[in-house]
């Protein structure tokens, strides 16, 4: 079954202790990107990559790192949480950019007390 | 930078009514624009995506609109059931190519 796969669902951790949100596509999807959403903000991309090797900066990616070493995974890494970062996390793949859906995955929520 | 705004947060209707959910956006005109649709604790699913040159897009009971004029598309669902009740979601690129700008979505609501 073609899908998008994120860990963990759900996590609360405390400010400052580095975590990492991992994300894997079956799709063989060159594009990968990561969203947060927030009430009354919508989605909002934090990072994409276009392929491996390749990533770049979306509208909100303070606070936030990624690397894409294989087409499959793009982890999400918050090297020291703060609050403001408790959000509802989604990865997403598509197979380009222009003209094609993205599929996402169903979402890690993310508490930073 | 582009804004979309969908005109609505919520819309109750009953069953075997339609509904239409609009999508509006200012600036530059989209290649294409696409609808999502997220239920509660989910990841959006994609439903429809319709390109400039495309007036109207149909799947099942779902149909699209794109004026590139207004710069709106408007989403209808016909004969809405229950289980159509979700958050939807429009989107569209970036100037760039490189990302999916989306709406804050419209939850509708159908009752029985």
Redesign the interface.
């Given at each position: 079954e073609a899908q998008v796969t994120q860990n963990p669902r759900y996590l609360i951790t405390v400010t400052g202790k580095k975590l990492t949100v991992t994300c894997s596509q079956n799709m063989n999807h060159e594009y990968m990107s990561w969203y947060r959403q927030d009430p009354g903000l919508g989605l909002r991309q934090i990072y994409y990559s276009m392929n491996v090797e390749v990533t770049d900066k979306g509208d909100v990616p303070e606070g936030y790192k990624v690397s894409r070493k294989e087409k499959r995974n793009f982890p999400l890494i918050l090297e020291s949480p703060s609050p403001n970062q408790t959000s509802l996390y989604f990865c997403a793949s598509s197979s380009g950019t222009e003209n094609q859906p993205q599929h996402f995955g169903d979402g890690t929520r993310l508490s930073i007390l | 930078s582009q804004k979309i705004e969908q005109n609505s947060e919520a819309l109750n209707i009953q069953e075997g009514k339609t509904a239409t959910l609009t999508c509006n956006y200012t600036n530059y005109s989209p290649?294409?624009l696409?609808w999502y649709r997220q239920d509660p604790?989910?990841?959006?699913?994609?439903l429809l995506?319709i390109?400039e040159n495309e007036k109207e897009k149909r799947k099942e009971r779902l149909k699209v609109t794109f004026d590139t004029t207004l710069k709106q598309s408007l989403f209808h669902i016909t004969a809405s059931q229950p289980a159509d009740s979700a958050t939807y979601?429009c989107a569209l690129?970036n100037q760039a190519?490189?990302?999916?700008i989306?709406?804050?979505?419209t939850t509708l609501s159908v009752s029985s």
């Open positions: - | 290649a294409y696409q604790g989910r990841g959006p699913v994609f995506l390109r979601l690129d190519g490189t990302a999916l989306f709406g804050k979505g």
